[in-house]
Structure formats: structure tokens, C-alpha cells
Nanobody
């Protein structure tokens, strides 16, 4: 069984910073793409940033230059450094990872989500 656990959310003022972390645990043989998604109240879940196994990154336009995604393959973790936060960044942030588990098949796993609130 594979689990993703996020941490690092919270309340921050506009212009502030937060760092989200996500750790994958369980029977993991390989990890491919990892990423962060968010869902604001009343809106659909959207992609924030992804990082491939080769460290190729992709960002949604609204966070380019402010957010940085990184990963540690040895620890099966992915992080999201968020700077210059804006109220529109508020939402529940979810970690996602494509993992080959004990049955040697690829599957997408999601974390439980962590709340990020940007407000003065």
C-alpha cells in the first residue's frame, strides 16, 4: 500500500512564503512524475506544478516565477516552495505521484490535501 502525506500548509499574509512537502511511503519500486494541484472553494482542481523523474518542471502560468517545485528521489518526497503569495493562491493543495508499487504496475496516488490560506 502506498500513501502520500502532505505537510506545511497554513495561514500566511499576502507577500509571504510557505513550503509544502509531500512524502510517499509504502511498497515503492519506482516513482515517475510528481506534482502539486490545488482546489479553491467553488472551483475545479487545477495543476500547479509538476516535476518529472528527470527533474523537468512545469508550472501553471499564474505561479511562474513565484513557486518552485523540487524532489528528492532517494526519500520519495516532493516539495513546493511558494513565495510572494497572493490571496488567489488560497485553496487546498494536493500532492500527486505516479508510482510503481508492489504489483509492478503504474498508478496515480493522491495525498489528503493541505489547506493554504493567504489573507491579511
Amino acid at each position: 500500500q502506498v500513501q502520500l502525506v502532505e505537510s506545511g500548509g497554513g495561514l500566511v499574509q499576502p507577500g509571504g512564503s510557505l513550503r509544502l512537502s509531500c512524502a510517499a511511503s509504502g511498497s515503492i519500486f519506482r516513482t515517475n512524475s510528481m506534482g502539486w494541484y490545488r482546489q479553491a472553494p467553488g472551483k475545479q482542481r487545477e495543476l500547479v506544478a509538476t516535476i518529472s523523474a528527470e527533474d523537468t518542471t512545469n508550472y501553471t502560468d499564474s505561479v511562474k516565477g513565484r513557486f518552485t517545485i523540487s524532489r528528492d528521489n532517494a526519500k520519495n518526497t516532493v516539495s513546493l516552495q511558494m513565495n510572494s503569495l497572493k490571496p488567489e493562491d488560497t485553496g487546498v493543495y494536493y500532492c500527486k505521484a505516479q508510482i510503481m508499487g508492489a504489483r509492478f504496475s503504474w498508478k496515480d496516488y493522491w495525498g489528503q490535501g493541505t489547506q493554504v490560506t493567504v489573507s491579511s
